[in-house]
Every structure is written in C-alpha cells, then in structure tokens.
C-alpha cells in the first residue's frame, strides 16, 4: 500500500493507493479481465474498521449510479485510518461481472483534507503541463549514461516499467502502447526526428543492462543497438529512483515476495524540458499521445 501526499500548485492530496489500480477483480478481489472501473468523487460520512468499509456521500458515478450516500468496501482496508468524515476524495469503483462479488474501492485520493494536521512521510508531485523537469540521470540498455537534459529539443514521452511485471493491464499493456506509438512516429520521418521515448525501470536490483535490452527487444522487435536509437530503456540508481518516483508520481512498494505493487506514470515532456502532458494509470491510448506528441513538436498531420 502506498501513503503519499500529493503536492499540486493549487492543492495538496493524500493519495492512498494500491498497486493493482486496474480495475481486474473478481471474487474476494482477485484479477480478473471482465470487471469495469467507475470514477467516484464524494464526501467522507463515516468509517467502519470492523466491516472494512467507508460511508460515502458521493456524485453520480457517470454510467453506473446516481449521486447518492452509500457503504462502499475498500481493497485495502487498512487506509481507512487514514480517512476522516468530512474528506473529499476521488476513488476508482472496481466492479466485478459476478454479481456475488463486492464492489471495491481503489486508488483512493484525498482531494481535501477534513484534518489538514496530516503529515505524511514523503512528498509527491503531479506533474502538472509547465512544470521545469529535473535533468535525471541513469544508465540505458547498452549501460550508457544518460539524462533527460540530453533530449532538449525533441518530445519526450516517458514511462515507468518493471521487466519482471506479471500484470497485463500494468507494464505490458504501456510498452505494447509505446511500441505502436513508435511504430507510428517511424512512419513520419519529420516527427521521429523530434521526438524520443523512455522508459524507467523503478527495479534497479533486477533491471541490469542486458536485461533491459531484451525486454525492449521484444517490444522494438529487434536487438539492434540502431533499434534503440529511438526508444531507450534505462534505469536509475536507488538515490535518482526516488526522487523521480517522487517528482513523476510513482507509487512503489517492494512486497515480501519480491514483488512490486506500483501506480502507473507517463509523461509528455516538451522540446523545452517542461511537462506537456501528463497521463497517469492506463487508460491513455496510444492514438491519443500520438496527437499530443504532434502538437508539442508543432508539427502538423
């Protein structure tokens, strides 16, 4: 689970979410590809730490219910501490094709605090469009240095990924979406030349070099150093790790089994090394950034 306040220009928020954002559940919560995400915004009215369940008045849920005031169960009860009535927040409804199954709430974000003494232990940021993008450093799939100043100039699109990641809908479904937004962008020769993609790996212990390179591999479809001319894959030291993970919002929490529960970040950054466009979770599509990517290079078609 991960406790974080949000830090915006306008707005301070508690995020409190788990890794598996994407609403795949089934029965007692488990993945599933036939569930639904709603997007939930309501006032806190109580909390019930024995049934594991938050009291919300709510808005209309756009194409599942109307505004009312209801019991909603957490997929991570144990942040119901951390909620107070009074809260404003912003949930994702996970829903479930079986009709036996609990509606869930996930990817829970305070947007207004009920008690504003709340002090979390690490501050994140929302990449918000103007925002100046520190000049980060890490090695690349050929275990060259690089940094994000280096791309000034172009468009840059960047993500964050795990090569050992077994969730379809998390990593793989971003990369699958990079490789066709890359695909696309080869097409337009004028385009390719001002842009670039990048994708982070937040698992330095695993994530070396060569194991890069043959993930990004499968994805390029090849294993040529003239294939990554375009799409680098890299990773930072732990130090550089979490200070991007805290500057691009990143959730990251390593699990005792060697797993990592995360939240899913991928950002625009404009030829000016400034925030363009910033898409968090999953449901960007690839068509969507391509547009993005063609406005921020200015060039049209």
């Known amino acids: 689970m991960i406790r974080r306040l949000v830090l915006s220009s306008l707005l301070a928020c508690i995020v409190l979410a788990g890794c598996h954002s994407t609403p795949k559940l089934g029965p007692q919560g488990s993945a599933s590809s036939s569930s639904k995400v709603y997007k939930l915004r309501g006032k806190v009215v109580s909390t019930n730490a024995a049934k594991g369940e938050v009291t919300l008045d709510h808005e ?8 009312m005031t209801m019991p909603y169960k957490l997929k991570d009860p144990s942040i119901l501490s951390e909620l107070h009535p009074g809260d404003v927040i912003t949930a994702d409804v996970l829903v479930s094709d079986d009709p036996n199954a609990d509606i869930l709430l996930d990817h829970i974000v305070v947007v207004a605090q009920a008690k504003p003494d709340y002090k979390p232990t690490t501050f994140y940021h929302v990449p918000t469009p103007g925002d100046a993008v520190p000049d980060f450093r890490m090695r690349n799939q050929d275990g060259r240095p690089i940094h994000l100043g280096q791309f000034k100039g172009k468009a840059l699109l960047l993500t964050f990924i795990y090569t050992r990641c077994p969730l379809p809908n998390f990593c793989p479904l971003v990369t699958r979406n990079f490789a066709a937004v890359n695909k696309q962008l080869a097409g337009n020769p004028r385009l390719y030349a001002k842009s670039h993609l990048l994708s982070v790996s937040f698992d330095p212990e695993n994530d070396t070099p060569a194991r890069l390179r043959a993930y990004g591999a499968t994805y390029i479809g090849s294993e040529s150093t003239k294939a990554f001319a375009h799409w680098d894959f890299a990773v930072p030291d732990n130090p550089a790790l979490l200070e991007m993970a805290k500057f691009f919002n990143v959730g990251i929490t390593h699990g005792a089994d060697d797993s990592i529960t995360h939240t899913l970040s991928t950002t625009l950054i404009g ?9 968090p979770g999953n449901e960007w599509t690839a068509e969507q950034v391509l547009a993005d990517v063609k406005q921020v290079a200015g060039i049209a078609g």
């Open 60 to 67: 209309a849920i756009v194409g599942f219910m109307e505004a």
């Open 271 to 279: 030829p000016d090394g400034k925030v363009a466009h910033f898409y």
